[in-house]
């Protein structure tokens, strides 16, 4: 799965050139591509998609916001409480 950094780079922009499309700082654009740092606004998401030409989905894989699941892992309990009938 490439980072936002390795998509940047393969759709052929500068830190400089995404900064100037997006009206955000070069320093920023930078911190988004570093783990852990902060993560763009879901506007600049949908932004870095079209310009990237990648889906809003690939940018959140990137970003390490959603992982597809692991068909190996089994699924969590049901959250929700089982509500007992009425009157029993």
Not at 51 to 68: G, T
Request: net charge positive; charged share 25%; proline share 16%.
């Amino acid at each position: 799965m490439p980072t936002l950094r390795e998509l940047r780079v393969i759709s052929g922009f500068t830190q400089q050139e995404v900064a100037e499309r997006l009206n955000v700082s070069v320093g920023q654009v930078s911190r988004w591509e570093q783990p852990g740092g902060p993560r763009p606004q879901p506007s600049h998401r949908q932004r870095l998609a079209r310009l990237y030409r990648v889906s809003v989905y690939e940018i959140h894989l990137a970003l390490d916001i959603e992982k597809p699941p692991d068909p190996n892992k089994p699924l969590p309990p049901d959250p929700t409480p089982r509500k007992k009938p009425f009157g029993r």
